[in-house]
């Protein structure tokens, strides 16, 4: 009975420990086997989601760039935004995009057709505000106005630019700085001073019967209020707007409050980041 006895319960020892080993062997290939499984499944899902925020990021950048480079253009009349300081961009009817002395502002996303500068100091010409430009895109600076020992003219087709005095004083010489007269195919026509203290060409200035005049007086660097009214008197433009006023770097180095006393006949405030259309009076 006896040998009976021990060969089963070894049958039956045998078969239990085959038993645990398929279990387990089984339970560690279906372990090994959904591991990669997963891991690709994560890797897919996390593929899928970069892949979407990639696109929703290009999508919205896309959008955001688009709107922010759409200009309106007004066929009839150039576009003149202030910027501050002595900064302008101004759209002429043809869509051109003109950047005055760029440093104030924000407004630089539009593709450039014409960079003017005064002159060399850093708050007159930070070009590096400008982000684009179009291919046949020119700048003129103090040295092309001045070249030749003469204030020279430029005509670009859609906008003549005369360079005129600008300087006479101590921080400012007249043989390094310029002022601009900028004519439009409408036949408006904008004086920007730039840095300056009244020059021996204003008084002759009344002949080109100026639609606009854009006239410093920080009275620091340059002339202040009194004198650049005495400017304005002599220029007699239509319109006479007084920038660069401060030094002060909040909003965008402009001083409502101080350009309110500007003392000038036809005054036209026009504040940091306002658009005003140049028109022609005949």
């Known amino acids: 009975m006896k040998k009976l006895i021990i060969p089963l319960l070894m049958v039956i020892m045998l078969f239990c420990s085959c038993g645990d080993s398929q279990g387990s062997s089984s339970e560690s290939t279906a372990g090994a086997s959904s591991s990669p499984q997963s891991s690709l499944a994560d890797s897919s899902s996390e593929a899928s989601s970069a892949e979407t925020t990639t696109a929703e990021t290009t999508a919205v950048t896309s959008e955001t760039t688009t709107a922010t480079t759409q200009l309106t253009v007004n066929k009839d009349a150039p ?25 104030a502002g924000s407004a630089y996303d539009a593709p450039a057709d014409l960079i003017l500068m005064t002159h060399a100091h850093a708050d007159h010409s930070g070009t590096w505000r400008i982000k684009n430009k179009n291919q046949d895109c020119q700048t003129i600076t103090q040295k092309e106005a001045l070249e030749g020992g003469k204030h020279n003219s430029f005509d670009l087709g859609f906008v003549k630019v005369q360079a005129v005095e600008a300087g006479y004083n101590e921080n400012h010489d007249v043989k390094e700085c310029v002022g601009y007269v900028l004519t439009f195919a409408n036949g408006s026509t904008v004086y920007i001073s730039g840095d300056t203290s009244k020059t021996p060409q204003m008084s002759k200035m009344a002949e080109m019967k100026l639609d606009y005049a854009f006239f410093c007086c920080d009275g620091e660097y340059n002339m202040g209020l009194a004198e650049a009214a005495e400017c304005a008197k002599l220029v007699g433009a239509k319109h006479n707007i007084p920038y660069h006023n401060t030094m002060n770097e909040a909003n965008d180095q402009f001083d409502k409050e101080k350009a309110e006393q500007f003392d000038a006949p036809n005054k036209l405030i026009v504040d940091s980041g306002e658009q005003i259309t140049l028109e022609h009076a005949a």
């Open 79 to 103: 576009t003149l935004m202030y910027l501050g300081h002595a900064s302008l961009r101004i759209v002429t009817e043809q869509g051109k995009v003109i950047y005055v002395d760029p440093y």
